[in-house]
């Protein structure tokens, strides 16, 4: 067949290109080994562990679990301040630029607001005036 299947074919005889050479297989054998005596080691030593301190964690729950509960809820009010403080400065300096004339982000649909506001209470006014001066009507 005198057609080449690749522009990069070199013959059947090169192979160096196609597989990793000897001394970067060693290597990542030597690196799967090594990772692998570590990990069973930490488990090894985690379910020992686990063995060992399993009575000190069920002696000690009665005070553990009322501990972590105060932690938890502690932490999540102090990060609940947090973000409710940070919102609120937020939206005083909103307010303050919108005050200020500086247009931030929204305050075309605020002045939307206002102007129906303003739109539907001189509405009702003038219907108010219309049956005040006519109660017959």
Known sequence: ?????????????????DYASNSTQVLGAA???TSGVIVL???GL????????APVLVLLSPILIPVGALIFGTVVGLLSAVCFGRALGFCVR????????????????VEYARMRVIDTASHAKDKAKLRHAAPGA
Do not use: C, I, T
Request: hydrophobic residues 45%; without cysteine.
């Open 46 to 53: 985690s379910a020992v562990a686990l063995v060992l301190l």
């Open 41 to 43: 080691f930490l488990a």
């Open 1 to 17: 067949m005198g057609l080449k299947m690749a522009e990069g074919y070199h013959g059947m005889g090169n192979k160096s290109h």
């Open 31 to 33: 690196a799967l080994v």
């Open 94 to 109: 909103w307010f303050y630029n919108y005050v200020n004339g500086r247009r931030p982000s929204g305050s075309d649909q």
